[in-house]
């Protein structure tokens, strides 16, 4: 059967000519089994960080180490093109645009470092290079393979907001946008190369959607153009059970909810962007995660709902590198506004709160944030309540640091009477201290807090209990 696809290609996926020679034979196949397939791309591996780094030399006036990157960039794109082996007319069709945005590269870096400072959307304007090149490279190779293909920029596709570094997508905008752009594409069998990663305001403002955004890109797209499958090819067979290098026997998962998939990818799972099944739940769209190494293996699917035979845990994450803050004192007791308070200022500092725990009793608040915003989170948190410090209504706020979030997820852990049992009985079996706890009564997870120390422990002795 004919489907429509949206088939998306990480950084490695099209990281050197090999790679991106791979990518497009699943491409061609895909098209010659009759779909119609819009590709999503990253930046080649390696190329957004050293654009951004870059852009961190330009505002320090480092300009040697800068156009260290700048020859680095080019010599990767231009070795690319050179051993995609593309005829003459077609290897200068590629060079040319890679050409004129490095040149923008030299000259935003050069405005950078005049200004001495870099906004988030200049950020952006320079972070978006990177796939704004590696499209004409897909595109080309598509096309030495006997495809229509066209790169496109997704600025005339992905309308945004202008929140610049982390852009949230207007989805009625986008699917007219894609609605009118590629919907004649693909009726005609031509595949369309898109950049992930970034969109554009409605003035067009270059923007992205983040770190490792073009997962959700193709995702976004996916929902816009009504896709059958949104499938993301990256360099794993699909999600796994654990960390392989933390765990052995670690699996790949056939099937997870989307529930399932955003608490994995939550709580560290690098596979996926955990903004990515959002727009494919919205649609009911099934998302695969396919390795482009290994065409064969089936990979993940992520649906709306798994079957009944289904394992009841899917796997076990770890973030690492945590502070446990706590705000403590029995003047907190049946006090109403602390909460809001003390996540009002945490809010303030730009800080995001990973995993939050309170005692019944409401002697004291926990919350869990990255190492490095733990002192600044605890100075702001000490400011803001200074009077109730004074007056001992609290205690004491301070945090625990190298400590690590462990997570247990599972669709069935809310509805199977003993999972916690087993999961508390596991570390507990293997001496392991819990700091806290928390589950959310509509969560499909159980995350503990421990000591940095027992961290692959703890992940490998939960990881057991897979099989159960
Ligand atoms: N190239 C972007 C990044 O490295 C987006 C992506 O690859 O998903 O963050
Ligand atoms: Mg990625």
Redesign the pocket.
Known sequence: MSQRLVVKF??TSVGSATAIGQAADIVCALQSEGHRVAVVT??MSG???ALLAGAVMAVSGRSDALAGVSDTLRTKHETAAEELRLADDERAAVLEPIHARLAEFQLLCDALAVLGEASPRAMDAI?AL??RMSIHLLAAALRARGAEAVPIEASSIVRTDSTFQSAVPVMDVTARQAESVLMPLLARGIVPVIT??IGATSDGVIT?L??????Y?GAIIGAALHADEVWIYTDVDGVMTADPRVVQGVRTLDMLSYREMSELAYFGAKVL?PKTVLPALERGIPIRIRNTFNASHPGTLVLGKVGDGDRLLKGVTAIRAQSLVTIEGRGMLGVPGIAARAFGAVARTGTSVSMISQASSEQSICFLVSADAASTVVDALKHDFRHELERHDIESIWSLDHVVIITVVGGAIQETPGIAGRVFGAVGDAGINVIAIAMGSSECSISLVVAAADADRSVRCLHDLIDI
Do not use: C, L, Q, Y
């Not at 983040?210 to 997962?215: E, K, T, V």
């Open positions: 990480g950084g990253s930046a190329v957004t960080d972070g990177g796939e992930g990663f992205t983040g770190r490792g955004g073009s997962d890109s962007h």
